[in-house]
Structures are given as C-alpha cells and as structure tokens.
C-alpha cells in the first residue's frame, strides 16, 4: 500500500475530552485507528473485546489503539465500563471522520468497519476493511505491526 497522510481530527472522548489525531501520534508511537458501526452490538463488542485481549500486545508493538463510532460519549462510557475496554473511545456523531478517512458504508446504510495503522509521521501505512469479519481487523493491525519490528 502507498502511504498518503492521514487526515487530522479532534474528537470527543467517552470522558468527554477532546482526542486529536496529532497528540497521539505526537508520543512517537503508531495509532490503530478502527472505525465501527454501533457500541454493544454484536460484531462490534467482538471486534473491541478482541482489541481489549490483544491491547498488550499492541502496547508492546508500540501502538495505541483508538475505536471511533457515531456514538456519542455516553454510549461509550457505558460500552467501555461493561467490557472493560482500555483504549480510547471517540464520537463521530456526524461521521465527518470517517467520510474523511474514505470509509464506505456497507450498502449505504450501515457505517463501515475500517482500520488504519497511522505511523508516528502521520501517514496511513495499512489499511484493512471487512464488515464481517471483525476479529480479523485485530490480526490484520498485529501481524502488521510486528512485521514492523522484525
């Protein structure tokens, strides 16, 4: 893949702080943005548990991870609190982000299922979308960053 820079954001988290793209990656470590559709459903409480199982090993790759819905913060306070989810959470609720990122929806209704490794520099360096097969986006985003490292 050809990287291209990826597009800046400031979006509230489920603390209702304000995240922006450029303070992550300002810690000098990769980003693994992954775009969802809906907190608590079930393709989407898979894809973050299995997120939350991996979050070690994406710390140790040197990767912060970071989920975005158009949920709003209370919705992910309340998703993140019932599954014990370490990362971050941020609202698109008007889904400007991921328009900005190029995730499609799937038959035009249901947000996409998108994740992009973004490197410290800031550009997207991988891409991996699949609306179902959400625990595959965890393998895909780890293998890439170990492969990294190696």
Do not use: W
């Not at 509230?12 to 810690?27: F, K």
């Not at 490794?117 to 550009?123: E, K």
């Not at 609306?131 to 293998?143: D, S, T």
Request: with cysteine; charged share 20%.
């Amino acid at each position: 893949m050809q990287t291209k820079p990826a597009p800046p954001f400031a979006l509230p988290s489920s603390t209702g702080e304000i995240v922006r793209l450029s303070d992550i990656l300002a810690s000098g470590r990769h980003a693994v943005v992954y775009f969802y559709p809906k907190d608590d459903t079930p393709g989407c409480t898979a894809e973050a548990c299995s997120f939350r199982d991996e979050y070690t090993a994406f710390q140790d790759a040197g990767a912060d991870v970071i989920g975005i819905s158009m949920d709003d913060a209370a919705s992910h306070q309340a998703f993140a609190a019932k599954h014990n989810l370490p990362f971050t959470l941020l609202s698109d609720a008007d889904g400007s982000v991921a328009r900005a990122f190029g995730v499609k929806k799937t038959l035009g209704l249901i947000p996409g299922r998108e994740t992009f490794i973004i490197s410290p520099s800031g550009q997207i360096v991988h891409r991996f979308s699949s609306q179902f097969n959400p625990k595959r986006h965890i393998r895909e985003a780890l293998e890439f960053l170990q492969n990294q490292r190696d």
